[in-house]
């Protein structure tokens, strides 16, 4: 039976669940009540903590039991305005309450009765009382409202983010394909990554293409068709901070090791096999450190202009000059940059490559990528790099191919020599007189190349 002053209590909750909702995580909130008095007070935070764990009802009990001295509640009460999942039914019986009240019910993952019944699991070796439906049409209502404004907009922009309107990327040349968003990878937090995704699931190759600073996905436009025409699967990510994905407002948002947390995410999410990295730039400095975690994904490497920054070898001249050019000119002209290196570009392809960035606060990746590769030994991302570059050197079992910009002012063929003689089984560069930095730009020849160099 309920007591009398349950729906008080439950308010409290409701309370808790708003904070939640505000905060772009699902509203549900939880009290725990005892003595006639709230000890402790939880709201979902998965998205905001990392954490799959932090449900309401968890964060509560975590909270109570801080409180007390105690991981037994007894005399307690807890109130939720969901019915609770088996998880946190499960630690509900562990913590002994009294009492669970808990508001609506939840038809998919409800462990109260709606799905399974943990409470009146007779093998269980401790009763608590349940009580639902307490101020159930309130706390269904906010649910349902906060579940309409996601479908109408599944990815909300974050309010310490930028996100470039679509109309930028309107009748760019030689960019046909349509965008794919995701925006619940758990090192994501709420942010929309785009990528491209094309061809069959199932292809007998996956070229995973990583662009660098200050480039984007539209890099490998080239590329795209002919690995397609050979019946396989590319996917293009854009990092945040660059291309169609959101666009952080602070520069130290940026770090090495939460883009690479981003991509490894990103490649579990997609289930990518059969892999072939197709990097560049910093795309090499972050993805030549991805088949660390999972080597059995990735088949080959097509690296070009790239490198491994180790902490413990000297940075090339090359690239000390470009990052003293950003810190003196940090908006400087990515039209500008890429006609530059790359004369036999129109205008309207130029101009695309700054279609991300309309203004100076959708650039604040641009200036901080140029400081962010790792210079030292105890800075972030060496010790990932030196970690990849033995697996490279001793453990890589698949095909490489090396290509070098002869152009390149920042790395081209010497730095590629170096890469390649940590690559076990790579035949020398391929070094092309013409390109410049951004290889890629060449790409048809390449990929043509490629194609052959790392059929199955």
Same mark, same amino acid.
């Given at each position: 039976?309920?007591?009398?002053?349950?729906?008080?209590?439950?308010?409290?909750?409701?309370?808790?669940?708003?904070?939640?909702?505000?905060?772009?995580?699902?509203?549900?909130?939880?009290?725990?009540?005892?003595?006639?008095?709230?000890?402790?007070?939880?709201?979902?935070?998965?998205?905001?903590?990392?954490?799959?764990?932090?449900?309401?009802?968890?964060?509560?009990?975590?909270?109570?039991?801080?409180?007390?001295?105690?991981?037994?509640?007894?005399?307690?009460?807890?109130?939720?305005?969901?019915?609770?999942?088996?998880?946190?039914?499960?630690?509900?019986?562990?913590?002994?309450?009294?009492?669970?009240?808990?508001?609506?019910? +939840?038809?998919?993952?409800? @462990?109260?009765?709606?799905?399974?019944? #943990?409470?009146?699991?007779? $093998? !269980?070796?401790? =009763?608590?009382?349940?009580?639902?439906?307490?101020?159930?049409?309130?706390?269904?209502?906010?649910?349902?409202?906060?579940?309409?404004?996601?479908?109408?907009?599944?990815?909300?922009?974050?309010?310490?983010?930028?996100?470039?309107?679509?109309?930028?990327?309107?009748?760019?040349?030689?960019?046909?394909?349509?965008?794919?968003?995701?925006?619940?990878?758990?090192?994501?937090?709420?942010?929309?990554?785009?990528?491209?995704?094309?061809?069959?699931?199932?292809?007998?190759?996956?070229?995973?293409?990583?662009?660098?600073?200050?480039?984007?996905?539209?890099?490998?436009?080239?590329?795209?068709?002919?690995?397609?025409?050979?019946?396989?699967?590319?996917?293009?990510?854009?990092?945040?901070?660059?291309?169609?994905?959101?666009?952080?407002?602070?520069? +130290?948002?940026?770090?090495? @090791?939460?883009?690479?947390?981003?991509? #490894?995410?990103?490649?579990? $999410? !997609?289930?990518? =096999?059969?892999?072939?990295?197709?990097?560049?730039?910093?795309?090499?400095?972050?993805?030549?450190?991805?088949?660390?975690?999972?080597?059995?994904?990735?088949?080959?490497?097509?690296?070009?202009?790239?490198?491994?920054?180790?902490?413990?070898?000297?940075?090339?001249?090359?690239?000390?000059?470009?990052?003293?050019?950003?810190?003196?000119?940090?908006?400087?002209?990515?039209?500008?940059?890429?006609?530059?290196?790359?004369?036999?570009?129109?205008?309207?392809?130029?101009?695309?490559?700054?279609?991300?960035?309309?203004?100076?606060?959708?650039?604040?990746?641009?200036?901080?990528?140029?400081?962010?590769?790792?210079?030292?030994?105890?800075?972030?991302?060496?010790?990932?790099?030196?970690?990849?570059?033995?697996?490279?050197?001793?453990?890589?079992?698949?095909?490489?191919?090396?290509?070098?910009?002869?152009?390149?002012?920042?790395?081209?063929?010497?730095?590629?020599?170096?890469?390649?003689?940590?690559?076990?089984?790579?035949?020398?560069?391929?070094?092309?007189?013409?390109?410049?930095?951004?290889?890629?730009?060449?790409?048809?020849?390449?990929?043509?190349?490629?194609?052959?160099?790392?059929?199955?």
């Amino acid at each position: 039976m309920p007591a009398a002053d349950d729906t008080h209590w439950m308010r409290h909750a409701l309370t808790q669940a708003r904070a939640a909702a505000d905060a772009g995580e699902v509203p549900v909130g939880a009290v725990v009540v005892r003595d006639g008095r709230v000890i402790a007070a939880g709201r979902n935070a998965p998205i905001g903590a990392h954490d799959p764990t932090a449900h309401a009802e968890v964060v509560a009990l975590r909270a109570a039991a801080g409180q007390l001295g105690n991981y037994r509640l007894n005399g307690c009460t807890l109130y939720v305005t969901l019915e609770p999942c088996a998880m946190c039914v499960g630690a509900m019986l562990h913590a002994r309450l009294d009492r669970v009240v808990f508001g609506a019910p +939840d038809p998919r993952t409800g @462990a109260a009765g709606s799905v399974l019944d #943990l409470f009146g699991e007779p $093998r !269980l070796n401790h =009763r608590t009382q349940v009580h639902g439906g307490v101020l159930a049409d309130d706390c269904g209502a906010l649910l349902r409202g906060f579940f309409k404004l996601r479908r109408v907009n599944p990815s909300p922009l974050r309010d310490d983010a930028l996100r470039t309107p679509d109309a930028a990327f309107e009748h760019l040349p030689d960019y046909p394909w349509p965008p794919r968003y995701v925006s619940d990878l758990p090192a994501l937090g709420g942010w929309r990554l785009h990528h491209l995704d094309e061809g069959p699931p199932d292809a007998p190759l996956t070229w995973l293409c990583l662009h660098g600073n200050p480039s984007w996905s539209y890099l490998y436009r080239r590329m795209v068709p002919v690995f397609t025409a050979a019946g396989h699967r590319v996917v293009a990510p854009d990092l945040i901070g660059f291309g169609k994905s959101d666009k952080p407002k602070k520069e +130290d948002a940026h770090g090495f @090791a939460f883009h690479r947390q981003v991509l #490894l995410e990103l490649v579990e $999410r !997609l289930d990518l =096999r059969r892999v072939v990295l197709v990097v560049q730039d910093w795309g090499g400095l972050l993805g030549l450190t991805l088949p660390l975690a999972a080597p059995g994904r990735y088949h080959g490497l097509l690296a070009m202009n790239t490198m491994l920054a180790t902490g413990d070898t000297p940075l090339p001249p090359g690239f000390a000059a470009w990052r003293e050019m950003c810190a003196r000119n940090p908006a400087f002209d990515i039209a500008r940059l890429l006609a530059r290196g790359n004369p036999h570009l129109g205008a309207a392809e130029c101009a695309a490559y700054g279609a991300p960035f309309p203004d100076a606060g959708h650039r604040a990746a641009t200036r901080a990528f140029p400081r962010l590769l790792p210079e030292h030994s105890g800075d972030d991302g060496a010790a990932v790099s030196r970690a990849a570059r033995d697996f490279w050197r001793q453990r890589w079992q698949g095909c490489g191919l090396v290509v070098a910009g002869a152009r390149d002012p920042v790395l081209g063929e010497p730095a590629m020599r170096a890469l390649q003689a940590d690559i076990q089984g790579c035949p020398p560069p391929w070094v092309l007189p013409q390109a410049g930095h951004f290889v890629p730009e060449h790409g048809r020849e390449i990929a043509e190349r490629a194609v052959a160099h790392f059929a199955p």
